[in-house]
């Protein structure tokens, strides 16, 4: 657990080095903690990480540390380094308490690493209320504007009300699962030994009503995290409202960790299952009502932040593509697809932060006239937009292409994979309505309001040409990425080949 707790001492630290330092200067902090993440994250390819064989267990089986575990606190640390260079340019916009901003994104970084290592439902459910009781705070955290504190009051409203459905999905799974099979005790929190209690129950044709309601709550936590229908209601709402860094590390962090879960839950606790009780189909439905919803409720929009919220509902059903696929191929799919979202989406959010702060608005229109106001944010925008909407030959369009396939590849067996293929094909094509829209205020718009150049500062300028060269190489050459992406895959697998092992023996 090394990573995560360096990370939640970079927090303690940045609030003790709050105390030494004076006001005009607290914005370094941020550049000071994405330094210290930036570390941590040099730190994972080095010692026994660079060479992790077999999963490695700690705290009674409940945390693992393998490829998987590995693939997203990378991908959390970078993501948490590019949106703290973010919060350090948003700085002067918070009235107070600019180091606890910092330190509370660097907490929920914490919780997103442990969560990746969960194999247990305890430390499922306490990494999931780390994130979010941190997300709750960051998103009302400009106290001067009404719009930030409700965004605030629904997420938590809606976040209480999805640990609800998390906690009673857990009671259930636990009080039917824990149980004697063959002279050995089986703890129901577990993921691989309910793993066996699932093989067992589904051997002999005895899976309880229970298990499965309990499986359908847990789910329905899960579909709350990362905003699919019918969960998706507080999306729009608290990416408008919130200040532009948390809104990039909700839309990025948030979701990757819900999918994480996913993967974990569906893959190595409940491999049979899923299949004895043809989730398959009903995920089906879920992702392709998903990407409809997320798609055609972006059209009318005309707030900017607003539009990214309707559209990350939207990718939220792409990503279900994969779960719905219940194949290694859907799994590596769904990490190189979030792989290239990072960027893209905290480019987006960047260049919104920058922008917003001439404009002081999120609406559409603040962009007009951006390629003459700054050509290079303009290219940053249009560049992650396109991205967005799955064009090649950039990193979105590889993904999306990788989702399809994995879902085809299944349609043999069930026809419902191809109704899925056709839904998803006709969002992409909705959505290159309402992106082009973006792009054609950014360039060719007649009404530009203020035609004042924009200043960007290095740090954030040299955020944004990591994320640029991140979304183009990514989709340019997409071999290395995709190969760490089934090198980590492979670890459900094993996780749940184990646990079958066991239960055989």
Known sequence: MSLEIAVVLAGLGTLLLDLWTAPQHKRQLGYAAALSVACIFAGSFLGSFANLGEAQFAAGKSYVLDPLALFFKRFFLVAAVLVLIMAAEFADRIEAGISEYYSLILFALSGMMFASSANDFVLLFVSLELITVTFYVLTSFQRNKVQSLEAGVKYLVIGGLSTGFTVFGIALVYGTATTVIANQAINGMNFNELAQYVKYVTEHNAVPK????????IMAGLGFKIAAVPFQIWAPDVYQGSPAPTTAFLAVGSKAAGIVLLLRVFFTAFPDVTVTAHWEKFIIVLSALTILYGNLCAIPQRNLKRLLGYSSIAHAGYLLMGVAAATRAGSTAILYYLAGYLFTVIAAFTVISIVSRKAD?????????????????????????????????LAGFFGKFLLLKSIVEEGPRLHGYYWLAGVAIIGVVVSLYYYFGVIRTIYWSKDVPDVSSITVPLPTRLALVVCLAGILFIGLYPQPLLKLCTEATQSLNALSEAGAAVAQR
């Open 210 to 217: 229970t298990l499965i309601a309990g499986l359908l709550l």
């Open 361 to 393: 608005a999120d609406d559409i229109t603040m962009l007009a006239g951006l390629n003459r106001r700054s050509p290079f944010l303009a290219a940053a925008m249009t560049v992650a937009l396109v991205s967005l909407a799955g064009i090649p030959p």
